[in-house]
């Protein structure tokens, strides 16, 4: 079956830096577009970063644009996002999803398809 598995989440103080991964199994990753969403307690879920199938475009959040950087390897099925000059309001659970429903990047939770775990960031300040 399909599995998005999430690491790298920890504590940080603002302003450091974090790494997440999400490795995935069980499908043809290199047909997803993926995404990275967030969820702070008592909020929505929200997008925040987004790659396509072959690394050509990305799109992000504003909120994150010139912070985060979105990467994929189709060789080893895994997307990665770089977190820097982290702030306390970025605290929340990491999700990474993968999209067959469409070959642009979506920001609907609803088009994609797969969804990890999650993978708690929490930024002190």
């Known amino acids: 079956q399909v599995q998005l598995v999430e690491s790298g989440g920890g504590l940080v103080q603002a302003g450091g830096s974090l790494r997440l991964s999400c490795a995935a199994s069980g499908l043809t990753f290199s047909s997803y577009t993926m995404g990275w969403f967030r969820q702070a307690p008592g909020k929505n879920r929200e997008f925040v970063a987004g790659v396509s199938r072959d690394s050509g475009t990305t799109d992000y959040a504003d909120s994150v644009k010139g912070r985060f950087t979105i990467s994929r390897d189709n060789a080893k099925k895994t997307v990665y996002l770089q977190m820097n000059s982290l702030k306390p309001e970025d605290t929340a659970v990491y999700f990474c999803?993968?999209?067959?429903?469409?070959?642009?990047?979506?920001?609907?939770?609803?088009?994609?398809?797969?969804w990890g775990q999650g993978t708690q960031v929490s930024v002190s300040s």
């Open positions: 999803a993968a999209s067959s429903l469409i070959s642009s990047i979506t920001t609907r939770i609803p088009q994609y398809n797969y």
